[in-house]
């Protein structure tokens, strides 16, 4: 009995302390964290690429030196919190330098490929972040080096070449910007860099390994060829560190937050430590990191358990962790899967058999066939609504089109039949796309693959209750 009288003061007492903590701003912090907008307190497993691209960066500042470099990794790596980290540590590191005119001692310019697919568009967006506030059009007529040279001229408050403050590029996918025409963007850039005319720095971010082989002959040999690769995390531990970085209080929210007590600290620390160390948690955090490593997968699960944090309920729940586990562990082709017609799972079914006969690829009539012999054998006379027919052929090319609409069945496309249907068969999903049987042949015989393993075939049967027994026993086999 005095033990429980502890434990419910102890509650009443975190609740109370609650009640004079801002919990609203506690998680927008982690919220923030976790959604990307804000960095996390401390890089996990990055500290060398880190301090790669700041002295690089640092360089062209303090010493006006031309630099390039290419920051290449994984998607969900860490390369644009490296990137905000070396800039955020500039930022203060030279926060009290400035031209004596006022300007700013550095420039920096953030394209993104996604967001400037021209060249022109690049200008007039590096024109806007450099304060350059006159009319460029006549200026875009010209060629893109000779418009690009007429802004840095005009950022000069005067002739000699020391006026000039250092401009820092930032190029996130940098892979589309590469896909340029003529590359003019790149090539200029580069150029300037490796000219040391103008202090530029150049840090291109992208996800793809073989970005070199995209670039021109005369833009490779601007190229200082630094490359800077980032890694996932490499250990178990490096990954749940990510985590709990992202979930915790830390000693710079509580500079910002002057109300938040040490001891509610401790006690918010402590239960994410205990969600973090719990066995499903560690299991799922286990399963995306053999399959992925990618840490945004594991901050994404969290997000609905900090929303729920208020005065009522200021510490993260597991009841709120456990379902958003089960929800990002749900297969989003077992999702659009659901709703199909017992013809069309009849067909998956058809499809699976014929791979375990040892059939790696098959067309519609094989499929067919299949599903024809084995209602033929199992025809059961109706009876109490429970009865099952035969659908005829034209009735199960629909259902065959369906599941290759939904990307479930996919043509199998040889590179004769690409040259021979044109560029344009190669993003289509549909039977008119061709097949290795050729592009002419008819769609009933064209070669297709099922998209699903045998054992989410099996968990799509059992987790529908309309499947008849016979079925059933059909997908086991």
Known sequence: MPARGRASSRTQMDVDSADVIDTGAIRKTILNRLHGRTLLPELIGLDTPFEAVFSLLNRTVVSAEGNTALLIGPRGSGKSSIVQKSLDVLERTHSSSSQPSGAPSYYVVRLNGFIHTNDKIALRDIARQLLIKQDLEDILIGSFSDAFTYI??????????????????????????????????????????????TPIAVLGVTARIDVMDLLEKRVKSRFSHRQIHVCNAKTLDDFISIARVALSIHSSDQQQQQQIPKAFVDTFNSKVEDILSSESVLSYISEVFDIGKDARQILRTFVVAVSK???????????????????????????????ISLLDLCLIISMKSLVQSGNSKYNFEMVYNEYKTFMSRHMIAASGGGAMKVYKKPVALKAFETLVELEIVRPIITSAVLSEAGSGASGRNDLLAGSSQGVRAPKEYRMVQLMLEPGQVLDLVSQRLDVPVVIRRWAQQ
Not at 170 to 192: G, N, R
Not at 310 to 338: F, G, T
């Open 309 to 339: 944090i208020s005065n009522s309920q200021p510490y993260i729940d597991m009841a709120h962790v456990k379902p958003a586990i089960a929800r990002e562990r749900e297969s989003a082709k077992m999702l659009i899967l659901s709703s």
């Open 152 to 197: 840095l001229n005009l950022m000069r408050t005067s002739g000699d070449q020391s006026s000039m403050p250092p401009v820092l590029f930032v190029l996130e996918e940098f892979d589309l910007l590469a896909q340029h025409p003529k590359q003019s963007l790149l090539y200029t850039l580069f150029d300037i860099a490796q000219s040391q005319q």
